[in-house]
């Protein structure tokens, strides 16, 4: 590890100017990634600013029946707060199927936001990676692809984000709240993460110094189903190969409303909405299951080794809204016994 | 396990075992508690499950330094040159060594000295070591490290195992790229069958993934010699390539034993042994070496992955005619002990059946993928995985049922092996089979309490019951136990009895490494057994006695086992004379009995704290097993083999066959251990090799790709957790080998073989598909 820095910020403007003012400085949330990045020596910053300490740890309801989830808020304690259990348990899922309970009680809600890929080359400081250094090439492409992407990649990168939470997130049409330099933003998620592009390097379009302060849930019908399935390689413990973040209503048996989010596909949590275009008014069967998903993976370009994804996310959707259109209500989350 | 159904529990399990045919005559001399066959508390549980226990990684001493290894990058390329002048301008450096500061010879290897210990103008592998660096502190080494300047012409490398027994790579070591061959030629190598079957099988690379790093501490000693803390599997071994190395007599190298957080076969050759000491010498400092995760995973040898090729001929009955096999094992870039890996491969290449013709050709070659040596089970894990999936295939063909096919080709008890070897002692495999075949099976999945965690992609809420499809498969494996072919196989045991305040007391002293299974407790309890007294103490294992060869190849129970109870016996035998003298009685009617000798005669007795008084009784014993032979070099025949273990497992599992995922439900397994030295121990050794089996079958493999390790962590190198391994229905059968200490049989290997083709079976029985390869993945079920 390289010498750095530490300091530890009371408040956001202060931690805001902290990391602005140097261009190799960076918040520390939990530490989960980050802290593994530092040993791995994939970034080498010179100052890290603990914000750990801001008062962003609450969640609270937002006028017309939204809520609001503050930036320090653990990923535990939102799985088991109630407004979310019951209200978003799409959401609640996803945070249970990521990590293990250890890292989910310092995993912090924007920390998991911005956690970066999986990608072994990334991790790799030995091999080049437009990611982690821009211009060096992309070790992926000649390399084992089985985790990588199948939609949205570009010639300089292919890595997909790891997150299950920002899946659920996508789906739920959320809203990231943020204090930079220049003053506050809100952006929809679905256009905070980016696609790779001709620069990978940048995950989000967060600019320097960007404080995440918060993510806001829109209000939800109470009419809403909503669940989160994520298929990975053994039972707990493991990143996602295909997931899928579904809500739909249902009104006479037609779909009326339908909002679906991969993950594991791409370089961002993939909202589908060709799927959801196709399920939009259509009968629920599996049929219309079936159309939703190949509307939406038609475009799939998969990899040497992971063509695999592309039927298993497709199962993965048409199962999951089978399930959500027989069940007559919202599946409670299960609480993960992870050893 | 809170399954009130499930029957793993030690005492049932005890009943079952007690009710085998041939049990062993017990000469037990003593009722004092915690002798062979009980389970007493191991002296390590109560310190692991808090976290108290001292690993190697814990080690400390007050002035010490740290030692890093700067490693190739490259799985092959020839080095130009290696410049240290900046490493060596970082402040707290102590040393910055390269091949060139090796005093002894910079070569090393298990088999064959065949790997340097820095490398010199060429690196064979990504992950080799090529200098050291020490330092006060070590960030300060590792950023010195990153200082050193080497120049490589990368080389393009060799990966692929078949076309360099093809002939097909350019030349990796002076003598030749093939590490060995050897064939197995018996019966009619032209034999005809009417029911033929043929496959491809394919095993990928496992890693044992034990949780404690290489890790250990080497301090200068007054006299230029060195004293090496480590976490090891074989001192002595160790201690031989570390002095040859460092150009030092072998009596200045001392090893002693620290604490160990798993082999499983991966600490049988050195890692930071040779570094640490070396690193210590020009220090002159005491060197600490601790791997991290990702380094560990260059750090040592993993499992030789294979490519099966078989053909298996039999009559209408589904009767073996014929097995004929290639089995290609890459065994990376230096020779480890891919020797014997291929002896195992191809000795034990048809399993535990009766097969009278038989043509098997085996062979481990030099690549530039990561080196491949012992891992739990070696050679006959990959077999088993082809010749099982054969039997299954023979069943289909014939179209009977995979226990009756099994059945009708058991191997038993006077069967010869394709090495002409004839089996000598019991060999249950029929029985094994019959026993797990006989359980109950688990209750189907009752839609209306669906417990996620039962269920395939587990709390992932993959799925909740529908897509979801039930197999059952069978396995059965056999495992040559202790070393094989003439090699020189022993144990050396030190017991000293005395009177401790008044109260005898025993102490054990051996080279024979503890690594977790419960070595020290065994020892304890046969000491317990043959001298009749409770207090045993066991002296740290280090290289002041003599060697007790490695803690592998399911043998230490057996070797170091047998050598305590010898030294126990030359310890009674004085022990008995010095009472007839005392009692005026002859030694033949005195026996040991709760810390006294008893006449049987006339029940005359003396204590033995007062028999002792102020002197000690202690005696050294080297023990053998009975001899084995070399196979012949083109036909593969000869008595190589001691003894055998057998397990046979079924498995049950779901698959969710939309997604891919399974769930094994339950693992019935049955073993025959000869002896049940520990109970509890056993029931530890077959629940642990089996989750390893179950690891490969679904989940495990180093990930390569052009002789890269694409995923050396344990987020992307997956093991099984509790949630994946299922309860255990376990059988242990004591049918005693007489050539061996207490009958026992070696235990540790034999389950990690059946369990993976058992799941396998299960998962083909359920999905209908042929899955020649392990891992099974999701992708491989889904058909994409
Ligand atoms: C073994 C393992 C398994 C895992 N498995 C999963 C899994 O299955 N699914 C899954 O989704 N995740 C998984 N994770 C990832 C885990 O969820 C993330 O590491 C975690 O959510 C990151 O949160 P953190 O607070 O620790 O972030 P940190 O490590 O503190 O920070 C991550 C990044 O975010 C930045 N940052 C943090 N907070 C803010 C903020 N408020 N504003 C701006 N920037 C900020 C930091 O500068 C850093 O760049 C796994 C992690 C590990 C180690
Ligand atoms: S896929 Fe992206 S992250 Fe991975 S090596 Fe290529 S550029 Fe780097």
Redesign the pocket.
Known sequence: MNPFEYRRATDVAEAVAAVAERPDAVFLGGGTNLVDHLKLGVTRPGRLVDITRLPLDRVEPLPGGGVRVGANVRNSDLAAEPVIRSRYPVLAQALLSGASGQLRNLATTGGNLLQR?R?V??QDIT??????MPGSG????DGYTRH?AVLGASP????VHPSDMAVALAALDAVVRTHGPAGQRAIPLVEFHRL?GAQ?ERDTVLDHGELITAVDLPAVPATRRSAYRKVRDRASYAFALVSVAAEVELRDGEISQARIAFGGLAHKPWRAQRAEQVLRGAPATAATFQRAAEAELVGAQPLADNAFKVPLARNTLVSVLTELTELTGATEPTQEDTP | MTNPSNPSNPSRTRDTALSAPARVPTELTTSVPGGVGSSPHRPDAALKVRGEFAFASDLWHEDMVWGVTLRSPHPHALIRSIDITDALTVPGVRAVLTHTDVPGTNRYGLERPDQPVLAEDVVRYQGEPVALVAADHPETARRAMRRIAVDYQVLDPVVDAEAVVAGAAPLLHPGGNIVRHQPIRRGDPDATAPVVVRGTYRVGMQDQAFLGPESGLAVPAPDGGVDLYVATQWLHVDQRQVAIALGLPVDRVRLTLSGVGGAFGGREDLSMQVHACLLALYTGRPVKMVYNRQESFYGHVHRHPATLRYEHGADRDGRLVYVRAEIFLDGGAYASSTPAVVANAATLGVGPYEVPNVAVDCWGVYTNNPPCGAMRGFGAVQAAFAYESQMDRLAEAVGVGPVEIRLRNAMRRGSTLPTGQVVDSAAPVAELLRRVAAKPLPPPVDPAEVDLRQLPGGVANTTHGEGVVRGVGYGVGIKNICFSEGFDDFSTARVRVEAVGGEVAATVHTAACEVGQGLVTVLQQIVRTELGVRRVSVLPMDTSIGDAGSTSASRQTYMTGGAVRAASHAVRDRLLAMAAAELGATATDLVLAGGAVLSTRDGAAVDLAALLGADAVERTAEWRHRATEAVDPVTGQGNAHVQYGFAAHRAVVDVDTELGLVRVVELACAQDVGRAMNPQAVLGQIQGGSAQGLGLAVMEEIQISAGRIRNPSFTDYLIPTVLDMPPMRIDVLELADEHAPYGLRGVGEPPTISSTPAIVAAIRAATGLALTRVPVRPEHITGT
């Open positions: 890929t990608c080359y990334f091999t080049p990676c437009n990611k982690r992309c070790a992926a492409l990588h300089q990168c292919v890595a790779p990978p």
